[in-house]
Nanobody, 127 residues
Framework: QVQLVESGGGLVQPGGSLRLSCAAS????????IGWFRQAPVKEREGVSC????????YYADGVKGRFTISRYNAKNTVYLSMNSLKPEDPAVYYC????????????????????WGQGTQVTVSL
């Protein structure tokens, strides 16, 4: 099973930017789909974004479209989530997840289909 390690979380002011990284223990080409999910206190975990290695297809949740960008750097086995214009509703623990069979559709992101998960990185948005 692939190991995933997130990094890049931290404290940022509203309107600021962060870039999260998800480093995989194997080639991201073999993982195929890498997704980002987040969970805020007392809320359920929700899907944020996803990218497929086969054709670069992506998914973005409505609340992050136009502000977040997902990208892959296959040479480093890493997927990034660039987050701009961060809002008070964005703070959460952000997790990356991978699956060799999942395909990232623009229409939805199914958490239960992902078999490998990282430990998460905290994102805080505050003055």
């Amino acid at each position: 099973q692939v190991q995933l390690v997130e990094s890049g979380g931290g404290l940022v002011q509203p309107g600021g930017s962060l870039r999260l990284s998800c480093a995989a223990s194997v080639s991201t080409l073999d993982v195929h789909a890498i997704g980002w999910f987040r969970q805020a206190p007392v809320k359920e975990r929700e899907g944020v974004s996803c990218i497929s290695s086969s054709d670069g297809s992506t998914y973005y949740a409505d609340g992050v479209k136009g502000r977040f960008t997902i990208s892959r750097y296959n040479a480093k086995n890493t997927v990034y989530l660039s987050m701009n214009s961060l809002k008070p509703e964005d703070p959460a623990v952000y997790y990356c997840a991978g699956d060799p069979d999942y395909y990232c559709s623009e229409y939805d992101l199914r958490e239960t289909d992902f078999r490998s998960w990282g430990q998460g990185t905290q994102v805080t948005v505050s003055l």
